[in-house]
């Protein structure tokens, strides 16, 4: 599957609403943000609460073009959680943060406006 960063890209295929419900995304707190030298693109090590039916995780993110460490400890971000872990460099990342690539391919986490318990999941 080619996923493609062009705003002007047509919607995917349609899916049954079964198939969206396999989809796990939850909202979660990043506890702590590390610089990651060993990715190969540039990118951070997070690990972020779900609360106690998802547990802490860990993720790679490639998200140094928009975000410093320090703005990221305390953000509240939507991730994927039921992906199998896939291991990038030395490490294994157990979810996919979501967000949108900007004009110039930067990447703006998808976020909450208000609110909601770690571990909720998107309805």
């Given at each position: 599957m080619h996923y493609?960063?062009?705003?002007n890209t047509p919607a995917a295929a349609d899916i049954g609403f079964d198939d969206f419900l396999k989809v796990d995304i939850r909202i979660g707190t990043i506890q702590s943000a590390q610089a990651f030298p060993e990715a190969r693109k540039p990118a951070y090590k997070l690990?972020?609460?779900f609360g106690a039916g998802v547990g802490i995780r860990k993720s790679s993110a490639q998200i140094t073009d928009r975000y410093t460490l320090e703005q990221l400890t305390g953000k509240r971000v939507m991730a994927v959680v039921n992906f199998p872990p896939r291991q990038i460099g030395p490490m294994k990342s157990e979810v996919l943060v979501l967000g949108f690539a900007d004009e110039s391919g930067g990447i703006v986490l998808a976020v909450p406006d208000d609110?909601?318990?770690?571990?909720t999941r998107l309805t």
């Open positions: 493609t960063q062009d705003p690990t972020i609460d609110q909601v318990p770690n571990g």
